[in-house]
């Protein structure tokens, strides 16, 4: 058996490219995949970065509290005023029933 160089040198060339032209191209796909992946990785930390801003500008737990307390603080408020309202009713009616007693003795009296 005789080694033809004939034949074997292009078909070990082929082998030798398309080997080479596979590995090429499947570090092309990673570096695709990892350009993608740092976009991604990009695009999320900005993200991560507005929610953390968004929590520092939240109100917390002491803000919080001191809403309720100022709430509750306007409801004490609201019933007094009710109460000085609902009383100022009160006197105001008894004030409409005295002038319509006068204008009845009034016009009463301009009757006889």
Do not use: C, Y
């Not at 033809?4 to 032209?21: N, R």
């Not at 809403?67 to 309202?85: N, R």
């Amino acid at each position: 058996m005789e080694f033809d160089w004939t034949i074997s040198v292009p078909v070990v060339i082929s082998l030798a490219t398309l080997i080479f032209a596979w590995l090429r191209t499947r570090r092309a796909d990673v570096d695709e995949r990892f350009t993608a992946g740092i976009k991604r990785m990009a695009a999320l930390e900005l993200r991560i970065q507005h929610a953390e801003q968004l929590l520092e500008l939240s109100p917390g737990k002491e803000d919080i509290h001191r809403v309720e307390l100022l709430v509750s603080e306007m409801a004490g408020d609201l019933k007094a005023m009710a109460a000085s309202q609902r009383s100022g009713n009160d006197l105001m009616r008894r004030l409409e029933k005295v002038v319509t007693r006068h204008e009845e003795h009034l016009l009463d009296g301009a009757k006889k």
